[in-house]
C-alpha cells in the first residue's frame, strides 16, 4: 500500500486559522454506514445518539510546550517539549542553526537546561528549576505549523477542551474543540455513557510519513491511561470515539488488556477494528498518518470521497475546523 494513496487535493483557504465564534458552531459531515453523506450542524450530534451508546472522550491538557531560548554561545533556539518526564526533566525538539551537544547547555531566560543525551531526534534535558512554572512562565501554546498566527489569548483557551484535566499534551485532541458542556450534558441527558480516557498527544502527530510503503512507516509511541472501570462500562455498547487518539487508545487495550502504558499502534487499511463502532474526527493533511486511520475506519474510497465533497462544499479543515462523524460499514 502507497502512501500516495491518501492523496488529496485541498484549496489553502480551507485551512481554518481560527476557531469559530462558538465552539458548537461548525459543521458536521456525517458519513453513514452506507456511504451517503448529510452535512449537518455539530449541535446535531446529540440526535444521533441514544440509548445504549457510549462516547468517549480523551481528557488530556495541552501544556505551554514551546519554548524560546538560546545557547551559552547567545544563539537562538527554540525548544519544544515533547514529553515531561519527571518535575524537572524532559524529551524535547531542539531547533538551532548547529544542534547542541551533550553535556552542552540551553537557557530560556535565566533557567538552564542540561543537554543529557540524544536520542534520534529527541533531547534528553534537565532543567535548573521545576519545569511546570517554567512552562506556564515562558512557554507558548504549541500550535501546530499549518496554524501561521502566533499563538494569542484565544488559542491559551479555544486550543483546549473544555474537559482537559491531564497536562500532558504537546497538541490538543482536535475532535473534542466542538464540544461545550451544554451539549455534553444535551447527550448525557439522551441516557448516552459518557466516559473519558487520557492519550497524551506527542509532537509525533505531526510528523509528515517519510517513506513510501505505508507498512514501512514507524509510528511515535505517546503515553495512555484507561480506567478499567470505564472500559468495563462502554463493554456491549455502541462506542462512539472522539477523535482519533481515542480511537487508538481503546483499540491499544483491546489488543494488549493494558489499561496504561505507551502506544505506537499504527492503524491504516486492514486493520481489524474491536472497540470502536463510530468515529468523530477533523479533517486531517494528505498523506497523513491520521487520514490513513479515518480511510482504515470507514474504507479508503468512501472517506476520500467524503474528503471531496468537504472540499467542494467549503468545509474547514485541520484542527481549528469542521467534524466528520464516520459510521463503520
Known amino acids: 500500500m502507497h502512501v500516495s494513496e491518501f492523496d488529496y487535493t485541498l484549496p489553502n483557504e480551507l485551512v481554518a486559522q481560527h476557531p469559530p465564534a462558538r465552539r458548537d458552531a461548525s459543521r458536521l459531515l456525517h458519513l453513514a454506514a452506507d456511504g451517503r453523506l448529510r452535512d449537518l450542524r455539530f449541535t446535531d450530534l446529540p440526535g444521533l445518539l441514544g440509548p445504549g451508546d457510549a462516547v468517549v472522550l480523551n481528557d488530556t491538557r495541552v501544556i505551554k510546550a514551546r519554548l524560546a531560548g538560546r545557547k551559552s554561545s547567545g544563539g537562538a533556539v527554540e525548544i519544544f517539549v515533547e514529553r515531561v518526564t519527571g518535575p524537572r526533566e524532559a524529551l524535547a525538539l531542539i531547533r538551532a542553526s548547529h544542534p547542541p551537544k551533550p553535556g552542552s547547555e540551553v537557557f530560556v531566560g535565566s533557567i538552564a537546561a542540561k543537554v543529557v543525551a540524544r536520542h534520534r531526534d529527541l533531547y534528553e534535558l534537565k532543567f535548573s528549576k521545576d519545569l511546570e512554572p517554567v512552562l506556564e512562565r515562558h512557554g507558548e501554546v504549541p500550535l501546530p505549523p499549518y496554524i501561521t498566527h502566533a499563538p ?38 439522551r441516557d448516552v455513557a459518557v466516559e473519558k480516557i487520557t492519550l497524551h498527544v506527542g509532537a509525533g502527530t505531526f510528523q509528515p510519513v517519510r517513506v513510501e510503503e505505508v507498512e514501512k512507516h514507524k509510528m511515535h509511541k505517546e503515553r495512555y491511561a484507561i480506567p478499567p472501570d470505564a472500559f468495563e462500562r462502554i463493554s456491549g455498547r455502541k462506542v462512539l470515539a472522539v477523535g482519533t487518539t481515542t480511537l487508538r487508545a481503546l483499540e491499544t487495550m483491546a489488543l494488549t488488556k493494558r489499561p496504561e502504558g505507551e502506544t505506537d499502534l499504527f492503524v491504516y487499511p486492514g486493520f481489524e477494528f474491536k472497540v470502536v463502532n463510530r468515529l468523530l474526527t477533523n479533517f486531517h493533511l494528505p498523506k497523513s498518518t491520521l487520514l490513513m486511520l479515518a480511510c482504515a475506519f470507514g474504507g479508503r474510497e468512501r472517506v476520500l470521497n467524503a474528503y471531496h465533497h468537504a472540499v467542494q462544499n467549503k468545509y474547514r479543515f485541520f484542527s481549528y475546523g469542521d467534524a466528520m462523524l464516520i459510521e463503520r460499514g
Open 152 to 189: 494569542k489569548a484565544e488559542d491559551a483557551e479555544r486550543y483546549q477542551t473544555v474537559y482537559a484535566a491531564r497536562p500532558g499534551a504537546v497538541a490538543a485532541p482536535t475532535a473534542g474543540l466542538h464540544f461545550d458542556l451544554a451539549l455534553l450534558e444535551k447527550i448525557r441527558q
